[in-house]
């Protein structure tokens, strides 16, 4: 991805959702991203897919290439043949996500229907098979069943069988357990990261959770307002955080690990978009800001092959 | 500096008198049943809150932390008055405030009893200002003049740290965390004893978080407040409480000081949740998944025996048969399992292990 702005154009003024947004995964990675809302993270997700609704929403400017190929200047019906087969997306509330009229079984069945053209009952047969392999007992049983039968931790099952129905290079997960309980959670990243390593899938996990975000990716962008902060591996983001706003964030995370008689705390509220702070966009809230940061944005400073920081004090002397 | 001399005189004082207390309570609710269901006799009720007891001294913060359906909520919800227990009681200073209370009783009990909810939009009044919001507790309980309690606005948007230019705000101009600031100085002017804080920041964003639970920490020892805190995230938890209840299928399992619930937990159930807890630390990664089988079963057809043996990797004949009861095991940490004592002695009990899975 080079250079991508997502601008929304509203009655009350110009959403900035995401600006100058650069940033690549390798095949088979486990990547995340992550921020709080309004740091552009599902709106990334969604002009990948190509799904953001326009209008009011507008690119402005920026490639997204996958294979050689920029899914920006694809026509609708080209990128409906990639969407769904090729990269495919579950989102964070798997209800709303399910036909609740329709069994799932078939609802798996369609996707294979739709991109792969087999019929009906070999179609059925492996929405079967994929049930089984995500974990769900009894799936032959279960297929014939409506979402509203599945608990929450069974439907994002589901929803991922359906994704991984045709084998996509990358799956797009937004937020995938934020409406689960944590033991579920657990047993939903453990399958999303043993998928990853069998089928040697590229894994892009959108966040808010730090703690998720170590657990399962192997590498990591950091959103605040529209802009990637920082990119690196997950061991330089936690163990060697470069941006003053990572290091923020990692200082203010209640742990269960440990004790803390009293945390720091990142002072201030997230930037209204449409009119987002000068230069730099977490200079305000910054403890180490200088006089330059209000006035100049900074460039994503590169720490090393893959890595970047969106911070002067991170510019190399 | 105020928090950490209410630490010092805290724990000089070892002996804290009790402030509040939840005794045997019970909240069973009636669902309706489909016809099939009535000829199969099928079960009717659904134990939200099944024999839970504890204890809340003055100045401390307990935790109540347990998955969705577990009766966390429930339970504030019958210490606020908000429901009728099926049974049990609630003792606020040693009276029973569970049963049918007068108008003035009730009034007066809730100056002392207040409650921060999740949804801090929801939990404010769109069409009132961000100072009639404040104000309305002592308008509803007629405490002092006008003039008084426009004071006390003032000084309590101060205390949440909000500006006065904030005053004549409406709700949906301010950020969440900004309502959340706006919901907990309402809860606090009429002076409470106790705060119930029904996940007061799980609705907010993780860089504002640490900001509103910092705030709650300075405010109790500013004010002399007395927390009930109830929440999922074991991390909050850890942060915030001096004691931690763990319920499960409305019953509490573990209750016990805090850094015992974390470094020596007892309860299968406690540790399965301890180790899902995603840690911020990839070098503490966990690879070997939960040994926990199934998912949560439905309240409404509650397990024979522990509540826990159909997902206990260690369950044997006696879970399934015998109810284990919440006894004490080691000093001041209660448990309700068969083999808490070899669970505390750091033993895995083989025996049991093997036949479990």
């Known amino acids: ?317 | 500096m105020l928090a950490i001399r209410a630490q010092l005189n805290r724990s000089r004082n070892p002996s804290l008198e009790t402030l509040l207390e939840v005794d045997d309570l019970c909240k069973y609710f009636q669902v309706k049943r489909t016809l099939g269901e009535m000829t199969k006799n099928a079960p009717r009720t659904v134990k939200a809150v099944d024999r839970v007891s504890f204890k809340v001294s003055r100045g401390e913060t307990l935790g109540i932390v347990g998955e969705s359906g577990c009766g966390k909520t429930t339970t504030t919800k019958l210490i606020l008055g908000l429901l009728k227990p099926t049974s049990g009681h609630v003792l606020f200073e040693g009276q029973d405030v569970s049963g049918k209370l007068t108008h003035t009783t009730r009034g007066n009990l809730h100056r002392e009893i207040q409650a921060v909810f999740q949804d801090p939009a929801g939990s404010l009044d769109p069409r009132m200002t961000v100072g009639e919001i404040v104000r309305e507790p002592m308008d509803i309980h007629k405490t002092g003049d006008l003039a008084s309690r426009e004071d006390t606005v003032r000084k309590m948007l101060k205390a949440v740290g909000l500006t006065t230019e904030q005053y004549n705000r409406y709700p949906h101009e301010l950020s969440g965390g900004q309502q959340q600031r706006v919901a907990i100085a309402r809860a606090l002017t009429l002076r409470p004893k106790i705060v119930i804080l029904d996940e007061p920041v799980s609705a907010l964003d993780m860089s504002i978080r640490t900001q509103i639970l910092n705030l709650l920490k300075d405010l109790q020892s500013e004010f002399d407040l007395t927390y009930l805190f109830v929440a999922h995230d074991l991390s909050v938890v850890r942060y915030m409480c001096d004691y931690v209840a763990v319920m499960y299928l409305g019953q509490i399992v573990e209750y016990c000081p805090t850094s015992d619930l974390y470094e020596k937990p007892i309860h299968p159930y406690t540790k399965a949740l301890l180790e899902a807890v995603p840690i911020p630390d990839p070098s503490k990664r966990k690879t070997s998944p939960s040994n926990l089988r199934g998912s949560m079963p439905s309240p409404i057809d509650i397990p024979s025996g522990c509540r826990f043996h159909t997902r206990c990797p260690f369950t044997v004949d006696k879970c399934e048969e015998v109810e284990p009861k919440l006894i004490e095991i080691a000093k001041g940490h209660f448990a309700s399992c068969h083999f808490a004592d070899t669970f505390l002695s750091g033993a895995m009990p083989r025996k049991l292990g093997s036949g479990a899975i």
């Open chain 1, 1 to 317: 991805m080079q250079d991508l702005s997502v601008r929304f154009y509203l009655g009350a003024g110009v959403v900035n959702a995401v600006e100058h947004l650069s940033f690549n995964v390798r095949r088979g990675v486990s990547f995340g991203i992550v921020g709080e809302s309004g740091s552009g993270k599902t709106v990334t997700a969604l002009t990948i897919m190509g799904l953001l609704a326009r209008p009011p929403g507008r690119v402005d400017s920026g490639t997204i290439s996958y294979d050689g190929v920029d899914l920006l200047k694809l026509k609708d019906e080209e990128m409906r043949r990639i969407r769904g087969k090729r990269i495919a997306m579950i989102y964070q509330d798997p209800m709303t996500s399910l036909n609740p009229v329709l069994r799932v079984g078939f609802q798996i069945a369609e996707t294979l229907i739709v991109h792969e053209k087999i019929v009906r009952h070999q179609a059925e047969a492996k929405a079967i098979e994929l049930m089984e392999s995500m974990g769900i007992p009894e799936a032959e049983k279960r297929a014939k069943e409506y979402p509203h039968q599945f608990s929450g931790g069974m439907r994002q099952r589901i929803m991922i069988a359906m994704a991984l129905a045709t084998n996509p290079d990358i799956l797009i997960a937004d937020e995938p357990t934020t409406a689960l309980d944590v033991i579920t959670q657990f047993h939903i990243l453990s399958l999303l990261r043993e998928l990853e390593r069998k089928r040697n899938m590229t894994v892009i996990l959108i966040t808010h959770d730090l703690g998720i975000v170590a657990q399962v990716c192997d590498e990591a962008l950091v959103m605040y307002a529209g802009h990637g902060m920082e990119r690196g591996s997950i061991q330089d983001i936690f163990t060697r955080p470069k941006h003053p706003y990572t290091r923020g964030l990692l200082e203010s995370t209640t742990r269960a690990d440990r004790e803390v008689k009293r945390l720091s705390s990142i002072p201030g509220t997230i930037p209204d978009l449409i009119n987002p702070p000068t230069g730099c966009r977490f200079q305000p809230r910054c403890p180490v800001a200088l006089d330059r940061c209000s006035k100049q944005e900074p460039p994503p400073f590169s720490q090393d092959s893959n890595g970047y920081s969106k911070c002067w004090q991170s510019e190399p002397s």
